[in-house]
């Protein structure tokens, strides 16, 4: 089982580099180009803030019924590696459209579950929302200002 864990990690940690390396060589996001939205799910004990590092900025979007809490929601631009946490009893998703980025998003995320999402975010202002039917208008939708 702990083997089957672990082949399982190192998977899903394949599956986030993957959308990275295209990134870097030029790609522009789901939203009309070749690469898929993040589908890779994980389980998760704990978020990460706002912060830098090595491969970028991090961010967390918890997600609820019917509500997102981000753990910060003003930021300075540049390219964010974005937690989307599923906290609550049923799927999520997270998606962000803003200035240079539209609709990205990530797949379905299981409650319990987390996946992560990237984007350069550059300075304006961001839409950030649950696009599983119906959840946006019960409230899962919020701003990012970069500024």
Do not use: W
Not at 46 to 69: D, F, M, P, R
Not at 122 to 129: M, N, S
């Amino acid at each position: 089982m702990r083997l089957h864990r672990r082949a399982g990690r190192l998977l899903v940690f394949g599956t986030m580099l993957a959308p990275l390396g295209l990134a870097a060589c030029g790609g522009s996001g789901y939203g009309g180009s070749s690469s898929p939205p993040t589908t890779a799910a994980t389980r998760t004990s704990s978020g990460v803030g706002a912060t830098g590092g090595a491969s970028g900025h991090q961010l967390t979007a918890g997600e609820s019924e019917y509500k997102i809490v981000l753990s910060s929601s003003t930021v300075t631009p540049g390219t964010y590696r974005i937690e989307a946490v599923n906290n609550g009893s049923i799927d999520h998703a997270l998606e962000i459209d803003g200035p240079g980025v539209s609709g990205k998003q990530t797949g379905t995320i299981s409650p319990g579950s987390s996946t992560v999402l990237t984007v350069k975010l550059q300075q304006g202002t961001y839409d950030v929302f649950c696009p599983l039917p119906g959840h946006k208008a019960l409230g899962m939708d919020t701003k990012l200002t970069v500024s």
